[in-house]
Nanobody
Framework: QVQLVEIGGGLVQPGGSLRLSCRSS????????MGWFRQAPGKERELVAT???????NYADSVKGRFTISRDGAKKTVYLQMNSLEPEDTAVYYC?????????WGQGTQVTVSS
């Protein structure tokens, strides 16, 4: 059973930054792809960013140029650096990892962008 644990959410003012971390219970290079999703109140869960086993990254248009996904294999951790945060980024952020068709999710961490 894969476990993913997110930390790093919180309250930040517009224009501020946060870094989310997702620690895996297994070697992250066993996953085909890892990523971050978010879900705002009353909205569907949406993809934010992904990184595949080869290191290729993908971002939602709404976060390009502001968010960066990265990883540290030794720490079994994937990060999401979020800069220039906007109120529209307020959501619960979830870590996701896939091995072929099998998905695992973290418990989620709340990010609130407000003055």
């Amino acid at each position: 059973q894969v476990q993913l644990v997110e930390i790093g959410g919180g309250l930040v003012q517009p224009g501020g930054s946060l870094r989310l971390s997702c620690r895996s219970s297994i070697n992250i290079f066993e996953f085909n792809v890892m990523g971050w999703f978010r879900q705002a109140p009353g909205k569907e869960r949406e993809l934010v960013a992904t990184i595949n086993v080869g290191g290729k990254t993908n971002y939602a248009d709404s976060v390009k140029g502001r968010f960066t996904i990265s990883r540290d294999g030794a720490k079994k951790t994937v990060y999401l650096q979020m800069n220039s945060l906007e109120p529209e980024d307020t959501a619960v952020y979830y870590c996701n990892a896939r091995i072929l068709s099998r998905e695992s999710w973290g418990q989620g961490t709340q990010v609130t962008v407000s003055s």
